[in-house]
Each structure stands twice: as structure tokens, then as C-alpha cells.
């Protein structure tokens, strides 16, 4: 497969390893939330024959490659075309009640990133679309044209936590007041032009602002927001489930839900903890975990992860 070679599973022996006890029980099934090239699924099911996999991805040209990459173990995989908070929906119509492992991978893939055309790059020139479905939803040049300066800033604020969200806002409302913005080189002239020179050599000024709008673009926090819970729902009491993370906003996300999910909920004062306020999970990991300096040296997309995990220990109330 010609796009194996430049897809590197990010932390993919730890993923595995903290999957294990999930993968190897009779009847498994590991949901991969978002496939995208299917490099840790293809993994796992070549180390556990007896593995079921159910691959979600909102990118129809993601599920396209991964399914001729995964195409060898027949009817061992099945492929949804879903955002990942469709995880209930896409188990239900597979008549799969639970899953024995859950994993994600999130932020943009590296299929997404390394074609020009789809537009989330700021090193590229290519059209502002930045859709991951690219058969539904508004582009980032949609956003561009019809937003308000306020809308604007919000999102660069809230989505890229990027403190000069005012003045790129109304650096782009007169710009496109003149002509429409609509390929990313136009973006990142503006973006360039409108930071202070100081600025400008702590790191590239557009990525918080290509950021901001990619998230924006596919709602990926609040699909976060739901898909998260809904996945814990769908562990079996063993289950396992790993989270990758990119980015502050993501992981904090992740930190919160795990972290309610892991503690007790018993009133303070109460001599004897009963079942049902006993942790739902408990976290295999401490804190986040981070690629080491091979990996990330060898691989620079593995660079900002951070990696949390947890494993059911029980039933809801």
C-alpha cells in the first residue's frame, strides 16, 4: 500500500500493551474511533487472531485506504462511516453490544495533513476547506467569509488559545472586505502581516489560527464531548480504553472524564462505601504519557502526544 510507508502509528507498542488484557479475551472487540490509515488496528489484529475490529472514521477517503489495507482479514473488520460519537450507533447496527477495547487517536491524521488539497496545512497552498467529511459541512473559507469579528475571535481564543485572536479577527474581516479568502496562502500572508516581528520568532503565527479553525470546521471538541462518555458506556467490566491526544484542549477533555469516571462517589462521612459508589474505571496510567526521545526524534508527529488510559472495573449503577 503505497501510503503505509509514511503513516507511523504514534506510541503504537505502548498502545498495544495497555490494550493487551482487552485484546487477547475470547470474542474481543476493539473499537478503533478514528481509523484513519488503520496503522494501529492493523496491528492488533495481526497480533490477536481472535480480534474483531469495528474502525470508525468521518473521512471516506481514510475508510477507502484503511479497508484495502486491512482488506486480509476479511470479515474479521468492519468499517463505519461515522464521527466518533457515533460509537453507540455504529455498535448497534453491528449487533455488538460491548466492546472489549476502545482506542483514540484524535486531532487531523497524517493522510489528512500530507494532502495539500484538503487545506490543513499553513506550509501548503490549497484551498480553505479543512473538512475531515468532506461530503458534508462548511469549509474554513465558509467560516472566513460569513463569521462575525467576535465570532472570530472567539474561536481563535477558545479553539487555538491564541492572544492575538483580535487582531487577526478584524485583520480578516478588511481583508475580506476587499476579496474573499479562500486558499490557505492568503490566510497565512495575512496572519504573517498582522504579528508583531517579536512574535513571529517564537514559532509559525498561523498555526493556533489553522487550528482554531479545523476544530471549528468539524466540531471536534463537542463531538469529543459526547463520543468520550459514550465509549466508556460501551466497555464491557475488563474493557480497556486508550486516548491520544495533541492538544491541550483535547486532553483536558479526556483528563476530566477519566478522572470522574475513576474516583468514588460516596458522601464524605460515610463509614462504608457501598457498591454502587465504587469506581466505575481505574486509570492505568499516571497522569499523561509521552512518546520518548527515539520516537519522538524518528517520528515528529509523535511530538506533542499525551496518552491516557483507564479500564472498566464495574458497571454502572
Not at 126 to 152: F, H, N, W
Request: aromatic share 4%; glycine share 6%; hydrophobic share 45%.
Amino acid at each position: 500500500m503505497t501510503d503505509a510507508p509514511r503513516h507511523i502509528p504514534v506510541m503504537l507498542d505502548r498502545t498495544l500493551e495497555l490494550l493487551e488484557p482487552a485484546l487477547a479475551v475470547e470474542g474481543a472487540v476493539l473499537v478503533d474511533a478514528t481509523l484513519g490509515l488503520g496503522g494501529h488496528a492493523e496491528a492488533a489484529l495481526e497480533r490477536h487472531p481472535g480480534l474483531t475490529l469495528v474502525g470508525l472514521d468521518r473521512d471516506t477517503d481514510a475508510l477507502a485506504k484503511a479497508g484495502a489495507r486491512l482488506a486480509r482479514f476479511g470479515d474479521r473488520v468492519h468499517l463505519v462511516h461515522t464521527v466518533y460519537s457515533g460509537i453507540r450507533s455504529a455498535l448497534d447496527g453491528l449487533r455488538i453490544d460491548r466492546a472489549t477495547a476502545v482506542l483514540f487517536d484524535l486531532g487531523v491524521s497524517s493522510m489528512q495533513l500530507d494532502e495539500a488539497e484538503r487545506g490543513f496545512a499553513y506550509a501548503q497552498d490549497a484551498p480553505l476547506d479543512m473538512r475531515m467529511d468532506r461530503t458534508t459541512g462548511i469549509t474554513a473559507a465558509t467560516i472566513l467569509a460569513e463569521y462575525s469579528e467576535a465570532d472570530l475571535r472567539r474561536i481563535f481564543y477558545s479553539y487555538g488559545e491564541e492572544k492575538l485572536a483580535p487582531r487577526y479577527a478584524s485583520s480578516i474581516v478588511r481583508a475580506r472586505a476587499e476579496a474573499p479568502l479562500e486558499r490557505s496562502s492568503q490566510l497565512v500572508q495575512l496572519i504573517i502581516d498582522a504579528t508583531p516581528r517579536a512574535v513571529q520568532r517564537t514559532g509559525h503565527p498561523a498555526k493556533r489560527v489553522f487550528q482554531a479553525l479545523r476544530i471549528e470546521v468539524n466540531a471536534e471538541l463537542a463531538a469529543l464531548e459526547v463520543a468520550l462518555p459514550a465509549a466508556l458506556d460501551a466497555l464491557a467490566v475488563g474493557g480497556r480504553i486508550v486516548v491520544l491526544a495533541y492538544q491541550s484542549l483535547e486532553d483536558r477533555i479526556v483528563k476530566r472524564e477519566l478522572a470522574a469516571r475513576s474516583r468514588s462517589t460516596a458522601p464524605a462521612g460515610l463509614p462504608v462505601e457501598l457498591p454502587e459508589h465504587r469506581p466505575e474505571f481505574a486509570l492505568l496510567v499516571r497522569g499523561a504519557e509521552q512518546a520518548d526521545e527515539a520516537e519522538r526524534a524518528r517520528n515528529p508527529r509523535a511530538i506533542p502526544v499525551r496518552l491516557r488510559a483507564a479500564e472498566r472495573l464495574r458497571d454502572a449503577a
